[in-house]
Nanobody, 115 residues
Framework: QVQFVESGGGLAQPGGSLRLSCVVSGDIFSIRSMGWFRQAPGKQRELVAG???????NYVDSVKGRFTISRDNAKNTVYLQMNSLKPGDTAIYYCNYLIPRTSYWGQGTQVTVSS
């Protein structure tokens, strides 16, 4: 059974940094394109960043230059380094396949940016 387990969220001050991790089990991780998504209160879930099996990356405009997605295939893990955080980044962050599978959404990890 495929499972995504996110971690690394927390409270950060504006301008601060956090690093999110997502461990994937039950699948051949190395061949999958992966994505980080977020859902803020009252808003739809949105794709924040994606990374292909060949490590080609893409980002939503609002996080370009601040967030970096990466992967470690040996650890079945995808990361999201978030720098220069803003209050607007406050959301629950999830990982999934770049084309997400509904049944594979995990619990996510809460990121709160506030002074």
């Amino acid at each position: 059974q495929v499972q995504f387990v996110e971690s690394g969220g927390g409270l950060a001050q504006p301008g601060g940094s956090l690093r999110l991790s997502c461990v994937v089990s039950g699948d051949i991780f190395s061949i999958r394109s992966m994505g980080w998504f977020r859902q803020a209160p009252g808003k739809q879930r949105e794709l924040v960043a994606g990374i292909s099996s060949g490590r080609i990356t893409n980002y939503v405009d609002s996080v370009k230059g601040r967030f970096t997605i990466s992967r470690d295939n040996a650890k079945n893990t995808v990361y999201l380094q978030m720098n220069s955080l803003k209050p607007g980044d406050t959301a629950i962050y999830y990982c999934n396949y770049l084309i997400p599978r509904t049944s594979y959404w995990g619990q996510g990890t809460q990121v709160t940016v506030s002074s």
